[in-house]
Structure formats: C-alpha cells, structure tokens
C-alpha cells in the first residue's frame, strides 16, 4: 500500500479539458468559489454528490468520509476486498462498518496513525483541516517533514509554535498552494471542513503535483509581499514576520515545481530580500544596530539578484533596495548617536 501514490500517476495525467461541460450539481453555481474543483474531481470520479443532484458543499465532512475521498481512487478494487477481510485494530471501529477497509489501507500506508500511537480512529469526529492536508500529503507520498525544514519560522497569529506536530503539514501546504491566509491574518488549522473545503484543498494538490499552481504560488508571494510592505508602514513586525515567511515559502513552493523558469528564480530572490529586511527591521527595534546594516546590506544584494533572474521583477527590486538604503542609514545615524562623544 505505501506504493499507492504511484497508482495516482493514471489520476494525474488524466487530461483535464471539458471537465467542465459536465452536468453541475443544482446548489453549486458556476460562480461557487468551490465550482471548478468539485467538478474537476467528479470528471475524476473522486468524489460523487446525493441522488437529488445535490452536492451539499456546506455540509460538514467526518474523518471517515475525508479518507475515503483521498483513498479510494489509490487503490484496487482487489486491495479493497482483502481489506474488507481484515480485522481492525482500532477499538472503535466495528469489522463491518462500511469504512474499516479504507482505515485499514491507510494506516498500512502510514497515511494515518495506529497503534501503538493511536488505539481509536474517531471517524464520526468532524474533519479538520490540518488533518486532512497531512492526509493528501502522507497520500501523495510527499516528505513534509524534511521537505523545506531549512525553514521553521512562525507562519501566522494561529501557526507560531513550530513544534507543533502540525507544523510541517501547514509549512508544505504554504508551499504545495493547500492553504492561504485569511483576510484576518490566520491559517485556521483547527477549522473543521465542509465538502466544499475538502475539494478545494485537494483541488489544489493535485493541481500542484501536475505543476500547475506555479502561477498561483507567484500570485500568492507577490500578495505576502503586499501584506509587508503594509504591516511595515504600521510598524507591525511580529505581522511582518509571519507574511516574509510565508511568502518564501510560496515562492520556493513554485521553484520546488518549475525550478527552471527565470521568474520562479527571481521570485525566490525577491521574497529572501524581503525576508532579510524585515529581520533587519527586528533587529533595529531591538537595537542591533549592526546587525541592521549587514541584513540591509544582504537585502540589496538579493534584489540585484533577483534583477539578474529577470529583468520583470526591477521595480520591485529597486523598491527593496530603496528601503534597504534607508533602513541602513537610519540603523548609522542611531548607532553614531549611541556612541560616546570623544570630546
């Protein structure tokens, strides 16, 4: 089972053109934000609505029913039957209840836990949405715990203890276009999802893994770097902090996928010169002087960088460069009216 993100190759490379066209379910519009990936996915037959011709995308989704929707297109019909024979391991879980098979597969592929860890499964708890993106990932076969873990940094008013054992589910949701902030500056991994919610989110992952959230992944860093230079203006580091980092988590998302394109390279430099200003700035409310003037210093340098990726993102790096400057003059002025007169 732990070879079953290969079985998803056929899934992936299924042409997406006229998906469409098919027949929409009556309460969701082609307007619904949830629209396209839903019937992305039932083109894929990966999920299905009522018999009503109803989709309920405001229905709330239990754990058992989120596994399914990512297991059952992973597997055979001949690994479903030898499951639906085994017994379970979790103690509430009866042998007949119409998910054990699916829970089994799972835990086999390590795509949830079991014992000894884990004794119950809780499969009529509602579904959250860190656990169902570290799902998709385990799934996928992705490697979130090693995969950018050069990069631990608090992400939002909700992600700030990095030891949480979410984090590195959210960090590669940043990065894999899972997840995005809200517009009240959190990435809610507690939020228990609707179907709607759970589509969108897989959705994207699988979008991503055909590499086509690059443009998407861009979209969201230039949008972080807003948020910056927003929260700059108020003064607001701690803000500041959390939307640097998740902006060079998107833009190393989209190089992780296309890590050849000019802009992608720019777009890397660019939100590590932004990252270096805004510890510049930590620094110059802490008084470090010095340290100031070097992240200054190493944020100039990025955006020339970035400049020599591609020659698009110039403005943007001469904006930087432009803060960089005054960042370090200011940080000289502060630290010669620090030192002692020699008179």
């Known amino acids: 089972m732990r070879t079953t993100p290969l079985l998803l190759l056929a899934l992936l490379?299924?042409?997406?053109?006229?998906?469409?066209?098919?027949?929409?379910?009556?309460?969701?519009?082609?307007?619904?934000?949830a629209h396209e990936a839903v019937m992305y996915l039932k083109s894929q037959g990966i999920i299905s609505g009522y018999d009503d011709g109803t989709f309920k995308p405001d229905n709330q989704v239990n754990r058992a029913e989120a596994l399914k929707i990512i297991v059952a297109p992973l597997i055979t019909q001949e690994q479903l039957a030898q499951a639906k024979e085994a017994n379970t391991v979790y103690s509430d879980i009866n042998n007949d209840d119409w998910y054990k098979p699916y829970v089994e597969l799972a835990r086999a592929a390590s795509i949830i836990d079991g014992p000894p860890k884990k004794e119950v499964f809780n499969g009529s708890n509602p579904v959250i949405k860190v656990e169902f993106m570290k799902m998709v990932q385990e799934a996928?076969?992705?490697?979130?715990?090693?995969?950018?873990?050069?990069?631990?940094?608090?992400?939002?008013?909700?992600?700030?203890?990095?030891?949480?054992?979410?984090?590195?589910?959210?960090r590669y949701g940043i990065t894999a276009s899972m997840t995005m902030i809200s517009g009240e500056g959190t990435l809610m991994p507690a939020k228990q999802l609707t179907r709607a919610e759970t589509a969108v989110i897989?959705?994207?992952?699988?979008?991503?893994?055909?590499?086509?959230?690059?443009?998407?992944?861009?979209s969201e860093a230039e949008s972080e770097i807003l948020i910056i230079l927003s929260f700059l203006e108020q003064n607001n580091i701690e803000e500041a902090e959390f939307a640097s980092a998740r902006a060079l988590l998107a833009a190393r998302g989209a190089h992780a996928s296309r890590p050849d394109e000019s802009i992608v390279q720019g777009a890397v430099k660019i939100t590590e010169a932004f990252r270096a200003l805004v510890r510049g700035y930590r620094a110059g409310v802490n008084k470090d002087f010095d340290e100031t003037i070097r992240l200054a210093g190493?944020?100039?340098?990025?955006?020339?960088?970035?400049?020599?990726?591609?020659?698009?993102?110039?403005?943007?790096?001469?904006?930087?460069?432009?803060?960089?400057?005054?960042?370090?003059?200011?940080?000289?002025?502060?630290?010669?009216?620090?030192?002692?007169?020699?008179?």
């Open 13 to 33: 490379v299924v042409p997406t053109a006229g998906f469409a066209e098919e027949e929409s379910f009556s309460d969701l519009p082609s307007n619904h934000y």
């Open 140 to 170: 996928f076969g992705a490697k979130p715990k090693t995969a950018f873990s050069e990069i631990v940094l608090p992400l939002s008013q909700d992600v700030t203890n990095t030891d949480e054992w979410y984090y590195p589910y959210m």
């Open 202 to 218: 897989l959705y994207r992952y699988i979008m991503y893994e055909q590499k086509r959230r690059t443009q998407s992944l861009l």
């Open 298 to 343: 190493e944020s100039w340098n990025l955006s020339d960088r970035a400049k020599e990726k591609d020659a698009g993102l110039g403005k943007i790096a001469d904006q930087v460069q432009a803060i960089s400057k005054s960042m370090a003059d200011s940080a000289r002025a502060e630290k010669a009216g620090d030192e002692p007169s020699n008179e």
